[in-house]
């Protein structure tokens, strides 16, 4: 019996649920119970939306339209059609209203514009008839198209007939075709520019031709005049004539074709018409392709070649009747090829016989049945071959080949120029930490002198100056580099699958590594660098800090991590099984300061997969996260604010502000509770829901509205079967909210304003109503959260849960705009601040926000105002830099593009306004830098390597640099006051974090200032030194140096990582460059720029001056070679001696390019090392073919032989005495490369500073 009640009363409720006076009824209230039946509206954009059986029908409704959907997907309604209807959506719908849209897929399609000019009806395929503006289109079947409007028309029944018109003032056209029988073109332009008749026709496919004709009158006065004409029967025969004249050239071409016999085609240039071709360009085709006769005449040269294949072929160049070139060939008999100057030769039979005389390089060479017989007979070049057994080649001063067994054995000796220059970055690639880009470029491996023996392929051996790699396969290769003082020997084991690597220092080991069997085996050894690995048991790593430790048994993988300086604040551990795939366990810790010295510390724990724990304390609030068992359980605790979420938070929420209110989800939507000051919300689905608001409205109601009581609109209802039964009056607070709720609010908002939550601090503040008007502090507290309030954020709020009271914020629609809230929010900033003033605020304090305010809603000319308005009650120096700060944004052209007159305008005002403020503020170093800023940006020129200037633009001594370079150095000699102070570290109203003076924030003005005085002075020295006014630019040097500051970014910012200022420091990076360009590049006294370097970096700090120390060590390097020497001849040279430097950064002394590439001779080479102490030196010699060394008369280096120069092959320890100490090389060279490498350091490998070299 109880299950047949039940079956009626689910039928009734059924019928009355889809009913439609029902569904008018029910939608007077929020129904949920989806997802049968679900209708919500929201009070603010007055939208309601409607679902039965979703997705069987849904409608929403606004009030600009109102959508059904049968059947159909979700989408966003477009908002200019008010009526639509949607079936199976997106294949078929309905819209109407403001013209119509409508279409069943793909059969059916028909729209129209509202203002009728555009309009389309279909069915497809069979019939199109459209309209676009004034042109009308029509297609029946697909076949048959037709366009037409004023103008003109077009009809077509593709592909066989067409016919088409277009006519207007200036233009035209004509065309006609019924194919195949013939079809017909004709083009008339005629305007004050241009005019030309254009005619083209054909028939039946085959012939075809057109004539074209066109004038056209340039902009200059001048005519150039074009003719067309061609004919053809295809495809038999095809003429053409094209000729083009203008006052400046001509040219012509014309074609002719009669296939398969002729085919010409001649081309013509010339600059002066009338005067006759001077360019020509003719091509000639018998019975293709067996002649061919193509020639190119340019002024007096003619380019020519014709062929009669596949026989004979002939090409050249000729000058007048001088032949310049010739190539002939006649098969099988032989072969002519001749170059003026250069080369003849003579070939009979191809690679029969073969003779070649070369005149420039004067060698004659013979080869008999190529490639197995070749002789070169020359002066500088000599050779043979008998292939495969054996050949040999020579060059003198070049290069030695001899191979034998080709391609197994080979021995060469070769002798490459090195180059005499560096690149354009060798300066600032010498003041890096790294390596120099550019060493092996000028003495190293890809230059100078290398030797190369080889039996492929089992062994190999190459040696260069920088290189040494050798080969014994299967057993090693080994690669030997140099470079600088580090030597890296690397070794290959390809049977044991493993390699070694050896890097030393001045032959002391620094690091080494073994790794054998694919590394699965492994130890090395550095100075902070150790490892230990035997897979799959262990592996064991540690490099400065860091630990690591893995085992592949076991298995697992352990990293630890500590800052050395501060071992308990910074670090991590990292525990993963297995390997790093997984990490089980994690630890760190870090912290950081802030410019103002505010500590932030972050520390994070994770033990997976139970709980994960993160927090950070920082000086803008604390934060505090806990996931366990993620993502079952994640808490949030930030700003006394707690938010919890289960799996993921999709499935269950949980939220907690700072005053308490509450947002929480179960199950998705299965129950959901929602607290804020003015409402609460419960729902339990699809039984119960209720909210209460503080208006008095609101409602319960069971399952959907099935029994419930509601109140809205001054009503009271009881619901029943989902119908409103009006119960009477019901009392309206929404305009009459008791003080004392008003007070709660005011209490609340300034909670949430303690906490930095302004999007709910500016809605209790706005609920607050007129409590504590007279409050001067609340009402500023009320505009500074209007004023920080984020729209985005706000908007979310209102969207959801908006009072009444509240609709002005956001207005219809307007809460998913954000910039519409913004400007609601800040006029509501703007009325808070007056309140505030009238209640007794500090009135130029409100002023100011009033014009931040004015700043968002980009009025910058009320802000202007506004602020001048405040300056003049109170004076101040963050308000002065304010107005300055809002005429910079308004010249700005990124703000907005102003006319040369307004943006000449603005800065008349910006000069006026500084100088009233300079006389406030005459010992200010920001306004002495903001005026100096204005004359002009700072420029800086770029130089070459040779240090000239690649442009001529910026002239430090000019007018505007030399009124900076006062004010820098006024500025400079200045401290900042307390407001000045406070503008710079951002506590301050419109401070340098606000937008303005962003580059004050990591230095202060008096030291951008002294930057910048430096600067300029540093590019006054550069452009005298390079108008040889060496004394001048000398005399600006103590200048320079006092202006430097003593300190780097990591003194001034406690936060900044001291490595992170290496090499980034602009003004000790600019003054090196200074002083480089002036002793090393233009002085040759590179051990002047060195002591002058280290002596301005002594009083440095302790950062800085470590990154000079670095940057010099290159440096210093570079002066470890000797470069001065005094050649003398001691036999095969009579033209010595004499004196010779090397340039700077030329280690190697090629003796080959200094004395002409002599060949079997001796010579010494001399020089004399002052040494100001009795000292232990090490002289390390490279050298190619034989040398031995002598100092003070005595032998220390007894004659050896190489047959490459290896820089620092050979090290020679030597006492040096105080004084002179003369060094006396002897060198004898056979045929090919010539020269030698010498160092001298200390015994540590290191520059030796109380030493000078001297020619003797």
């Given at each position: 019996m109880s299950n047949r009640i039940l079956t009626v009363f689910f039928l009734a409720t059924s019928s009355l649920m889809f009913h439609p006076d029902f569904l008018l009824a029910a939608t007077e209230g929020d129904v949920k119970v989806w997802p049968l039946f679900y209708y919500a509206s929201d009070p603010v954009s007055q939208e309601t939306r409607t679902e039965i059986i979703w997705p069987m029908y849904v409608r929403q409704q606004t009030s600009d339209y109102t959508a059904s959907q049968l059947l159909s997907f979700s989408q966003d309604f477009p908002r200019q059609y008010p009526d639509q209807y949607y079936l199976f959506w997106p294949l078929g719908g309905v819209r109407a209203g403001n013209g119509h849209d409508a279409w069943l897929f793909p059969f059916l399609w028909s729209g129209a514009a509202a203002d009728g000019d555009k309009w389309h009806h279909s069915l497809f395929p069979l019939f199109y008839f459209g309209k676009n503006k004034d042109v009308y289109s029509l297609n029946i079947a697909i076949l048959q198209q037709n366009w037409w409007d004023t103008p003109g028309r077009f009809n077509?029944?593709?592909p066989l007939l067409w016919s088409g018109t277009d006519k207007t003032d200036t233009h035209d056209q004509f065309t006609f075709g019924m194919l195949p029988l013939g079809w017909a073109y004709v083009d008339s332009v005629k305007t004050p520019e241009h005019s030309s008749q254009s005619h083209w026709g054909g028939l039946f496919l085959l012939h075809c031709w057109g004539r074209d004709q066109s004038v056209t009158n340039n902009e200059d006065g001048g005519r150039e005049d074009e003719t067309f004409a061609s004919d053809g029967v295809f495809p038999v025969f095809y003429r053409k004539d094209d000729y083009r004249s203008s006052a400046q050239d001509s040219d012509r071409e014309k074609t002719f074709w009669l296939f398969p016999y002729y085919q010409s085609a001649d081309i013509s240039f010339s600059n002066k018409p009338g005067a006759g071709f001077k360019n020509k360009q003719a091509l000639r085709h018998i019975f293709f392709p067996l002649w061919w006769d193509h020639s190119l005449e340019k002024d007096q040269t003619l380019d020519f070649y014709r062929l009669l294949f596949p026989l004979w072929w002939h090409s050249g160049r000729n000058t007048g009747e001088t032949v310049d070139e010739s190539n002939r060939f006649l098969v099988p008999v032989g072969a002519h090829f001749y170059k003026k100057d250069v080369y003849e030769t003579h070939n009979l039979m191809g690679p029969v016989f073969n003779r070649t005389e070369n005149s420039?390089?004067?060698?004659?060479?013979?080869?008999?049945?190529?490639?197995?017989?070749?002789?070169?007979?020359?002066?500088?070049?000599?050779?043979?071959?008998?292939?495969?057994l054996f050949g040999w080649e020579t060059s003198r001063a070049k290069y030695e080949n001899l191979w034998y067994a080709f391609p197994l054995g080979w021995h060469t000796e070769s002798q490459e120029e090195a180059p005499a220059s560096i690149d354009a970055e060798s300066f600032w690639a010498l003041h890096k930490l790294e390596e120099r880009p550019y060493t092996d470029t000028v003495a190293g491996s890809d230059a100078g002198p290398r030797i190369t023996r080889a039996f492929y392929p089992f062994y190999w051996s190459k040696r260069r100056a920088d290189v040494r790699e050798s080969g014994l396969l299967p057993f090693y290769l080994r690669t030997d580099r140099l470079s600088n003082r580090d030597m890296t020997s690397e070794t290959i084991f390809p049977l044991l699958l493993g390699q070694t690597s050896v890097r030393s220092r001045d032959e002391a080991p620094v690091f080494t590594r073994h790794d054998y069997l694919l590394s699965m085996i492994a130890r090395a050894k550095g100075d902070d660098f150790t490892l230990n690995r035997v897979f799959p048991f262990f592996s064991y790593e540690k490099t400065c800090s860091r630990f690591n430790a893995s085992s592949f048994v076991l298995p697992f993988h352990y990293t630890s991590w500590q800052d050395a300086d501060q071992p308990g604040k910074k670090y991590s551990s990292d525990l993963s099984v297995p390997f790093e795939i997984l990490p089980v366990y994690q630890r760190s810790a870090d912290s950081s300061v802030n410019r103002l010295g505010e500590v932030s510390t972050n520390s994070k724990s994770w033990f997976f997969p139970f709980y994960k724990h993160a927090m950070t304390l920082s000086p803008t609030g604390d934060k505090e996260e806990l996931s366990i068992l993620w993502p079952l359980w994640n808490g949030e605790w930030e700003n006394d604010e707690t938010r919890i979420r289960g799996i993921g938070g999709f499935t269950n929420f949980y939220e907690k502000d700072a005053n308490g209110f509450v947002e929480q989800r179960i199950l998705y939507r299965l129950f959901t509770r929602k607290t804020r000051s003015w409402f609460s919300e419960t729902e339990l689905m699809p039984f119960y829901s209720g909210q209460h608001r503080e208006d008095g409205t609101g409602y319960w109601k069971f399952l959907g509205g099935l029994i419930g009581k509601e109140t809205r609109d001054d009503q009271s209802y009881l619901r029943l079967f989902y119908f409103p039964i009006p119960l009477g009056k019901a009392e309206n607070r929404s305009q009459n909210i008791p003080m004392e709720q008003q007070n709660r609010h005011a209490d609340l908002a300034l909670n949430y304003l303690k906490h930095k939550r302004h999007d709910r601090a500016a809605i209790e503040f706005a609920l607050s109503g007129n409590a504590r008007a007279d409050d001067p502090g609340f009402q500023a507290a009320a505009g500074d959260a209007c004023l920080n309030a984020v729209p985005g954020q706000l908007g979310d709020e209102l969207r959801s849960t908006v009072p009444v009271s509240l609709k002005f914020l956001g207005g219809k629609y307007e809460t998913e705009n954000t910039h519409a809230l913004k400007e609601q929010l800040r006029?509501?900033?703007?009325?808070?601040?007056?309140?505030?003033?009238?209640?007794?605020?500090?009135?130029?304090?409100?002023?100011?926000?009033?014009a931040q305010a004015h700043v968002d809603l980009d009025d910058l000319e009320k802000a202007l105002d506004i602020l001048a308005e405040s300056d003049r009650l109170s004076p101040r120096f963050d308000t002065a830099m304010a107005r300055l700060s809002i005429l910079d944004r308004m010249k700005s052209p990124y703000t907005k593009r102003l006319p040369d007159a307004d943006r000449k305008a603005l800065a008349d005002r910006q000069n006026l306004m500084l100088k009233e403020i300079k006389t406030r503020y005459p010992a200010s170093p920001t306004v002495l830098f903001y005026e100096a800023d204005l004359l002009g940006p700072m420029e800086t020129p770029v130089f070459s390597r040779s240090g000239n200037k690649k442009a001529e633009a910026y002239d430090p001594f000019s007018e505007i640099p030399l009124k900076q370079l006062a004010l820098y150095t006024q500025g400079s000699a200045l401290s900042s006051g307390k407001d000045e102070k406070a503008w710079l570290t951002g506590d301050a109203f419109f401070s340098a974090s606000y937008g303005f003076g962003q580059e004050y924030t990591r230095n202060p003005p008096q030291i951008q200032c002294a930057l910048r005085a430096a600067f300029i002075l540093r590019d006054q020295a550069l452009r005298l030194t390079d108008d040889k006014k060496r004394d001048q630019a000398a005399a600006l040097f103590p200048r320079i140096r006092e202006l430097l500051p003593g300190f780097c970014d990591a003194c001034a910012e406690k936060g900044m990582a001291e490595s992170d200022c290496y090499g980034r420091n602009a003004a000790m990076s600019r003054v090196l460059h200074m002083l480089y360009h002036y002793y090393a590049e233009t002085g040759n006294d590179p051990l002047g720029y060195l002591e002058t370097a280290e002596a301005w970096a002594a009083p440095l700090c302790p950062h800085l001056r470590e990154a000079v120390d670095q940057c010099l060590e290159n440096f210093r390097f570079e002066n470890q070679y000797i470069k001065t020497w005094r050649i003398a001849s001691?036999?095969?040279?009579?033209?010595?001696?004499?004196?010779?430097?090397?340039?700077?950064?030329?280690?190697?002394?090629?003796?080959?390019?200094?004395?002409?590439?002599?060949?079997?001779?001796?010579?010494?080479?001399?020089?004399?090392?002052?040494?100001?102490?009795?000292?232990?030196?090490?002289?390390?010699?490279?050298?190619?073919?034989?040398?031995?060394?002598?100092?003070?008369?005595?032998?220390?280096?007894?004659?050896?032989?190489?047959?490459?120069?290896?820089?620092?092959e050979f090290t020679v320890p030597v006492l040096l005495k105080k004084g002179e100490n003369r060094l006396k090389l002897t060198i004898s060279d056979d045929f090919l490369s010539y020269g030698f490498f010498a160092r001298l350091s200390d015994d540590h490998g290191r520059f030796i500073k109380n030493v000078r070299i001297q020619a003797p």
């Open positions: 077509t029944l593709f420039s390089e004067k060698y004659v060479r013979y080869d008999a049945f190529f490639p197995l017989f070749l002789k070169t007979i020359g002066q500088d070049r000599s050779g043979g071959r008998v292939f495969p006029r509501l900033a703007i009325d808070y601040y007056n309140n505030a003033i009238r209640a007794g605020a500090d009135k130029p304090e409100m002023l100011k926000k009033i001691v036999a095969g040279i009579e033209r010595l001696p004499i004196n010779h430097s090397n340039p700077f950064y030329e280690w190697y002394i090629n003796l080959d390019a200094i004395l002409g590439q002599p060949d079997h001779c001796t010579v010494t080479a001399e020089c004399v090392i002052v040494s100001e102490q009795a000292q232990r030196a090490l002289i390390r010699l490279g050298f190619d073919h034989t040398l031995s060394a002598m100092l003070n008369n005595k032998t220390i280096f007894e004659e050896i032989t190489r047959k490459v120069a290896v820089r620092d």
